[in-house]
C-alpha cells in the first residue's frame, strides 16, 4: 500500500552527452507516485547510475564517460549540493556503484573492472581510490564478450559481500576488501552467452535474481551468506514468446514482500512481471514500460518506476498488490533518463 504524509524525493540519473540535463531531483506526491521536478544539476557528465548512503544524507554519482568518474552530493535542503570534486576511477565506462565496507565500488563496464574509493566519516570520497579489481575472461559473443565488462556491483543484503556481475565473462563475482582493495572470493559461472547484467537480492535474503542482457532471461539463484557462495537454479524467459531481434533486457526489481520481481526489456519496451514460487519464478505477464528503451526499474511505496532513455521520460505504474502487475499512472519528461532512485 502507498505510504502517505511523508515527504519523499526522487533523484534521476541521465546521459547528458545524450541531450540529458545531468542529475535530476524530483518531489514524489504521497498516495499517488507521481513525480514533480524540483530542479537540475549539470556538474557531472552523464550520472547513468545513482546510489544514496544509508542515512539519506549523501548521494553517489558514477560519470560513465571513457575516463570515468564517481561524484558524491550532500542532501540537504532541496537541491543536491556537490561534496568536492570528482574523483577518477581508474578506469572507463562506470556503469553502477554501490556502498560496501566504507567505501563506493564503481562497476567499470569498459575497463572490466570494480573500483573501491574510500567514504571519509562525513560521507565524502577521498580523493583518489585505494584499489580496483581486474576482472578477466571472455564468452562465446562474439561482439559483446571478447572481454569483461562489469555492469554492476552492490553489498549482498548482510553487507558482508561485495557482489558484481559481469555481462562479457558470464559470471558474477563475490569480493571483499583487503587494505581498501576489491579481492576476489569466489567466481560463479553462469550459462555461457547469457550475459548477466544486474542483480536484485530478495528479501528473505537466500535468493538471488540475475537478468541476462544477450539472452531475454532471468536466471534464479541460491544464497549462501555463510560462504558466500550463489548457486544457480534454473532459467526462466522474461518474455511470453521469442522476440523479433536482440531484445536486451536491462533492469530488475524485488518487491519489498518478495512476492513478485520484475524486469525491463528494451527492445520490447516492456515490463514483465513474475510470480516467486519457492525456488522458481513464473513468468505471469507483460505490460507496455509507457516509453521507449526502458533503461532502470525503481520501486518506492507501491509504485514501480521505469526511466526510459530513449523516449526521455520516467513513467511510474500503480502495482496491483495481489497479482503484481502494474498499471500505468502517469510520466514526467526527463531527456535521455538512466535511474531512478528514492530518499
Known amino acids: 500500500m502507498a505510504e502517505t504524509g511523508r515527504r519523499h524525493k526522487a533523484f534521476i540519473g541521465s546521459f547528458t552527452a545524450a541531450g540529458g540535463p545531468g542529475l535530476v531531483t524530483a518531489d514524489v506526491r504521497p498516495g499517488t507516485g507521481a513525480l514533480v521536478l524540483t530542479g537540475s544539476l549539470g556538474t557531472v557528465p552523464d550520472p ?8 539519506g544524507e549523501m548521494l553517489y554519482a558514477v560519470s560513465e ?4 568518474a564517481v561524484a558524491a552530493y550532500r542532501l540537504r535542503g532541496d537541491k543536491p549540493a556537490p561534496a568536492g570534486p570528482p574523483v577518477p ?3 572507463s565506462g562506470p556503469t553502477h556503484l554501490g556502498l560496501y565496507d566504507g567505501h563506493v565500488l564503481t562497476a567499470n563496464y569498459g575497463s572490466g573492472s570494480v573500483t573501491a574509493v574510500p567514504l571519509r566519516p562525513d ?10 579489481l581486474q576482472h578477466t575472461g571472455s564468452g562465446p559473443h562474439d561482439r559483446r564478450q571478447r572481454g569483461p565488462h562489469a555492469h554492476q556491483v552492490q553489498a549482498d543484503p548482510a553487507g558482508r559481500w561485495a557482489v558484481s556481475v559481469d555481462l562479457g565473462t558470464d559470471s558474477v563475482r563475490v569480493c571483499t576488501l583487503a587494505d581498501g582493495a576489491p579481492v576476489l572470493h569466489r567466481e ?3 550459462r555461457p552467452g547469457s550475459g548477466p547484467r544486474h542483480l536484485a537480492f530478495h528479501p528473505d ?11 531475454p532471461t532471468v536466471t534464479v539463484c541460491r544464497w549462501d551468506e555463510e560462504r558466500g557462495s550463489l548457486k544457480p537454479l534454473s532459467e526462466v524467459p522474461v518474455l511470453p514468446g521469442a522476440p523479433a531481434g536482440d531484445a536486451y533486457p536491462s533492469g ?6 518478495g512476492r513478485h520481481v520484475w524486469t525491463a526489456t528494451r527492445g520490447e519496451d516492456v515490463l514483465s512481471v513474475f510470480a516467486v ?3 522458481g519464478l513464473r513468468l505471469t505477464g507483460t505490460v507496455p514500460c509507457g516509453g521507449h528503451w526502458p533503461r532502470a526499474l525503481g520501486e518506492h511505496a507501491g509504485f514501480l518506476y521505469a526511466a526510459n532513455e530513449r523516449s526521455g521520460d520516467v513513467t511510474w505504474f500503480a502495482v496491483d498488490e495481489r497479482t503484481g502487475l502494474p498499471r500505468y499512472d502517469g510520466s514526467v519528461r526527463v531527456p535521455a533518463a538512466s535511474c531512478v532512485v528514492f530518499r
Do not use: C, K, M, W
Request: hydrophobic content about 40%.
Open 48 to 55: 547513468s547510475y545513482l546510489a544514496l548512503s544509508r542515512d
Open 65 to 68: 564517460t571513457a575516463e570515468g
Open 89 to 91: 576511477v581508474g578506469a
Open 123 to 132: 560521507g565524502t570520497l577521498a580523493s583518489s581510490p585505494s584499489g580496483l
Open 188 to 190: 560463479i559461472a553462469l
Open 205 to 215: 535474503g537466500e535468493h538471488a535474481y540475475v537478468v541476462n542482457e544477450l539472452t
Open 252 to 257: 530488475i526489481v524485488v518487491a519489498p514482500d
Open 277 to 279: 514460487e519457492g525456488d
